[in-house]
């Protein structure tokens, strides 16, 4: 009895020391930040307008016999170019091949060579839906397709087949799906093969509602919509313009992005229609990014910059960040070659580097700098508007432009 007791008696004593005497036990709480951060998704995307290739650009690059050298025309935007996730770029010309003879307007053939400088600049995928695509007929059509797949960029807006046409083109970057979609006003004037209207996306809203339904019965996150569309060297969208960036929005858009006028038009913010995220974007046209035409407003325009931001666990995104970088395009001498380079305007200049700019070159390269900080902010300055005007912190970003446009000022 007595041994039990003892036994009874050390249990109770251990049982004690177990729940009052043991070491303290602290339960964290979970890492809020942490999971937060794992839960956020961004994505990039570089939207550029017109890539063009007229006769006196591919006269300049060329090398020898059928050998081009177009690299050094990105030289100095690659890395803005380079630095996100997908960057878009309107392909306004048609690659027919060499024996169809490279031309410049009005029936566009570039040599392959400016594809390859294109890709090598940064962008991974191009829009071929405007009214330059039909310029050396459907076997321009599909040789362009075939050297874009070739060199690993996607693309959209001109088509191999019906069934080809209609696979969307849904880009999955860091769990955030954009479906990319591009149409043309016309073709030229150029007639479409018959039983082939696959060949070339033309503005139907039809056609568009229907790719929009299904990019989002695929998955798609956003809706990413390219027009080529409005009035040449018009720095205002017309009518035509305003009606479809406004049906696009009825139909459940959430970016439109628009091209052709060879100028820069301005950008705007909406209400979307969408359920994906409540602020869309327009902007009516890039305008030039590459080009011979050498008059004002069509030798510039811009690096646009959009980042879009998902919750995981709200399942909800938004565009987080939206700015861009006006670019000029310098053509000249530079030491014993001619060339065309994009020029950011907020770059410093100095003469050691840029040496090849004379002082009407650097005039017009301000000059650009101004025109389309205007024109970019001109709907965004509204007092209505509820949304700050893009990059006005960072005009005139070095003390050179600073100077030239006091100089100009005074």
């Avoid at 041994?3 to 005497?21: D, K, S």
């Avoid at 339960?27 to 063009?52: A, W």
């Avoid at 646009?304 to 000029?328: D, R, Y």
Wanted: hydrophobic share 35%.
């Amino acid at each position: 009895m007595n041994r039990f007791l003892l036994i009874t008696l050390f249990l109770v004593v251990a049982a004690l020391q177990y729940f009052y005497l043991k070491p303290s036990v602290t339960i964290e709480p979970k890492n809020i930040d942490t999971v937060v951060d794992d839960s956020i998704r961004t994505v990039s995307i570089t939207l550029t307008g017109d890539l063009m290739c007229h006769s006196t650009q591919f006269n300049y690059a060329h090398v020898k016999d059928d050998s081009f050298d177009f690299r050094g025309v990105f030289r100095e935007v690659k890395k803005y170019l380079s630095s996100s996730d997908i960057t878009i770029g309107n392909f306004e010309t048609v690659l027919g091949g060499k024996e169809k003879r490279y031309s410049g307007y009005p029936f566009f053939n570039a040599p392959d060579d400016f594809l390859y400088a294109i890709k090598d600049a940064g962008f991974n995928f191009l829009v071929t839906a405007n009214n330059h695509a039909l310029d050396q007929g459907e076997k321009g059509i599909r040789r362009t397709i075939e050297k874009l797949g070739g060199s690993g960029i996607n693309h959209t807006g001109t088509f191999l087949s019906e069934r080809d046409r209609d696979s969307i083109r849904i880009i999955d970057v860091n769990d955030i799906k954009i479906a990319i979609v591009a149409y043309s006003y016309s073709t030229n004037g150029v007639t479409i093969p018959k039983r082939k209207n696959y060949l070339i996306n033309l503005i139907d809203y039809k056609l568009i509602k229907k790719d929009i339904r299904k990019a989002r019965e695929t998955g798609a996150d956003i809706i990413l919509v390219f027009y080529h569309f409005g009035d040449e060297y018009e720095r205002e969208p017309n009518a035509f313009q305003k009606e479809v960036v406004n049906e696009t929005i009825r139909l459940g858009a959430d970016i439109i992005i628009g091209s052709h006028p060879h100028v820069v038009q301005p950008v705007d913010y909406f209400a979307t229609n969408s359920g994906s995220l409540d602020t869309g974007f327009v902007a009516y046209s890039l305008g030039n990014f590459v080009s011979n035409q050498r008059w004002r407003f069509s030798d510039s325009g811009i690096i646009l910059k959009i980042e879009l931001t998902k919750n995981l666990n709200k399942n909800h995104i938004k565009i987080s960040k939206v700015n861009f970088i006006p670019t000029w395009v310098f053509r000249g001498q530079i030491k014993e070659k001619k060339a065309h380079i994009i020029l950011p305007t907020n770059i410093e200049i100095k003469d050691s580097v840029y040496f090849y700019l004379s002082k009407n070159n650097k005039r017009k390269l301000h000059q650009a700098n101004d025109d389309v900080q205007y024109i970019i902010n001109k709907y965004l300055d509204s007092d209505n508007n509820p949304f700050a005007a893009l990059n006005k912190s960072v005009s005139y970003a070095d003390k050179e432009l600073i100077k030239q446009k006091n100089k100009r000022n005074n």
